[in-house]
Every structure is written in C-alpha cells, then in structure tokens.
C-alpha cells in the first residue's frame, strides 16, 4: 500500500466556492477517465533532509500532527512529506505552485507560467522539483494547507493507497491547468453539485 496526498483547491467566485477537479486519461490504469482532485502517491524524496528545508521556516511544526487510522501520531517527517507531496502533485497535475520566495513573497503568475514548462520534467521525480525549488530559492508554503481526512483504498482493489486529503486556496493571481498527460481536462465545480451527481 501506498502512501498519497491529495489536495483540494479551492477557490471564490460571484455564484460561491469552487473546487478543482481533474479528469484522468482514458487509456490509464488505475481510474481512468475518472474525476479527482489533483494527488498522488509520496516519494521518499519528498520526506527527505533535502525536501524539508525547502519549506518555509516553523512549517514543520504546522506540518507535524498527523494521525494514523488507529489514533497513533506519525514521524514528523513523514507528516511533513505527505504535505510536501500534495505542493509537488499540486503543481504537477495543476500546474499550481504553493510556494514563497526566501522573503515570503507568494510566487508571482510570470514566475509560475515559466516554471510551468518544467512540469513535465519533474512529474513523478520529486528530487527534479527540489531541484527546482532550489533553483528558484522558493520555499513550499504548506501553511494553508488544512488537513481533512484520511482514505484507504478498499482491500478488494488490486491497488491500494492511505491518503491524506487537504484543502487550500488557489494562490492569488494562478491559474489551474491539466497536464494534459495523466489528466485530460479539468473544471472548478461548486462542491455542492459534486455531492449530488455522487448520490
């Protein structure tokens, strides 16, 4: 079983709140041609010394407090990765970069349509978007990132993921993209008509 993280994006407009979801490829594996919000699995990377500087400082504390299924708290490490994989698979999946300049700064639309075209190259390689953290001198801002609930995949699938959902708003001034690889399309829905197609 895989461990994931899964965020959903949130944003407000006139008619009310919205949240982003994605369609998968038809031709995939695992759900294909299905709606989710933007996720995937962690990567070692992800909890690694590397990766936890590339957060702003006293995020790991904010980060840590996480709970397994049966109430007992998980290394502050690996709390801090699933929050770094949902940033990672935020900016993979949606092209939305929840990051910070060293100054704390929130990344501006030019700095993100030009990393934009690097979302290929770090899709499934969490080290490549470290790299580019690094780069950059951009620091993961996980300090909206509000945790919301815990998944596991039902034991009969072949396929199994203990994911981590959490809610952010969209970062002022971005704007949300499939990558038109794993995903094929994406819509901001009110919550509320999700709710009831799923009835």
């Not at 461990?3 to 959903?8: I, S």
């Not at 995939?28 to 709606?35: D, K, N, R, V």
């Not at 006293?58 to 709970?67: D, F, Y």
């Not at 801002?141 to 959902?165: C, G």
Request: glycine residues 8%; negative net charge; proline residues 7%.
């Amino acid at each position: 079983m895989h461990c994931a993280a899964t965020v959903l994006l949130l944003r407000e407009q006139p008619t009310g709140l919205e949240v982003l979801m994605m369609r998968r490829g038809s031709t995939l594996s695992f759900m294909a041609g299905m709606w989710v919000f933007p996720g995937g699995r962690m990567e070692p990377d992800d909890a690694s010394a590397a990766a936890l500087v590339r957060l702003r400082p006293g995020a790991l504390a904010r980060g840590a407090g996480l709970h397994s299924m049966q109430g007992e708290p998980i290394a502050d490490d690996v709390a801090a990765g699933l929050h770094i994989a949902a940033c990672r698979e935020a900016f993979e999946e949606a092209g939305v970069l929840l990051a910070v300049t060293s100054s704390g700064e929130p990344c501006g639309l030019d700095r993100v349509e030009r990393l934009g075209a690097m979302r290929t190259t770090v899709t499934g390689n969490a080290s490549a978007f470290l790299r580019m953290l690094e780069e950059e001198d951009l620091h993961l801002d996980i300090a909206p990132l509000v945790y919301w609930s815990h998944w596991i995949t039902p034991s009969l699938e072949p396929k199994r993921f203990d994911t981590r959902f959490f809610v952010a708003p969209l970062p002022p001034g971005q704007v949300a993209s499939a990558d038109l690889s794993e995903l094929t399309e994406h819509a901001w829905i009110n919550p509320a008509s999700v709710a009831a197609a799923i009835e």
